[in-house]
């Protein structure tokens, strides 16, 4: 008997989600059947967003930390419940936030769901942030992609490994600047990510040149992809978005 085989669709994660938007209408297809057997005309969308508001507001009454951190953040713009600021980032995130910027200040603070992120737009704030105070601002937020594409970030042992290939990198990129010569980055990267993941599975470079660029693509788009349990993590067991599952059987 032929053993079944258990397909699963990435896209459902990487492309089908930007912004996690089209959880909505994930949503209103799943809901609208009751209130064409209820009968009612209340709209599934605002059935959806009176649902998140009430879980907001049970779990801030649950909390008794909630709202309570009294944290010193830089200028910013009210947030809303539970989704934080997300509803205001249009289609091309960057121009929403240099708009946001030249209102805030190039130092601004925004809540990207339910967590807090400080953004930074000028050359002198990222000087200060990334050199002057460097190991500080050093920690990354775990999301669930470095938990389960990155062996849950224990790959301390590969540090030096990483840090050779990309010195060796920004040595390459350097001579072409100088050479004024055209750069296709996103090759690169993921040259830089084949020639690390090569070595790390065998301890050698790549010299038959095999081709990772298949697996490498398929790591970023996951990696890369909007994930709203990073952003609420208490939606995570629900995997609204099909992305915890994308990753498991990836994994």
């Known amino acids: 008997m032929r053993k079944p085989t258990l397909v699963y669709d990435k896209s459902q994660c990487t492309t089908n989600n930007r912004y996690g938007f089209r959880i909505i209408a994930m949503f209103r297809s799943i809901i609208k059947p009751f209130f064409l057997y209820l009968k009612l005309k209340t709209s599934p969308t605002i059935l959806l967003e009176i649902l998140l508001l009430f879980l907001g507001t049970l779990r801030y009454i649950l909390n008794p930390y909630a709202g309570k951190r009294g944290w010193k953040l830089p200028p910013g713009t009210r947030a809303l419940p539970v989704i934080g600021n997300l509803h205001m980032l249009p289609t091309l995130p960057h121009q929403g936030l240099r708009n946001m910027a030249l209102k805030y200040g190039p130092i601004m603070s925004l809540w990207l769901g339910q967590v807090v992120t400080v953004f930074v737009s000028s050359p002198e704030a990222a000087e200060l942030f990334l050199k002057r105070h460097d190991v500080v601002f050093a920690a990354r937020p775990r999301g669930q992609a470095s938990d389960y594409l990155l062996y849950g970030t224990k790959g301390m042992s590969f540090t030096e490994l990483r840090t050779e290939a990309v010195v060796s990198l920004v040595e390459e990129l350097k001579r072409e600047a100088a050479a004024r010569g055209v750069v296709d980055i996103s090759g690169k990267v993921g040259e830089l990510i084949e020639t690390i993941t ?52 990836f994994y």
């Open 198 to 249: 090569y070595r790390m599975i065998l301890g050698r470079e790549n010299e038959d040149k095999d081709d990772f660029k298949g697996l490498a693509n398929e790591i970023l788009a996951l990696a890369g992809a909007f994930n709203l349990a990073d952003y609420i993590p208490w939606l995570a067991p629900l995997d609204l978005q099909v992305c915890l599952f994308s990753m498991v059987m």
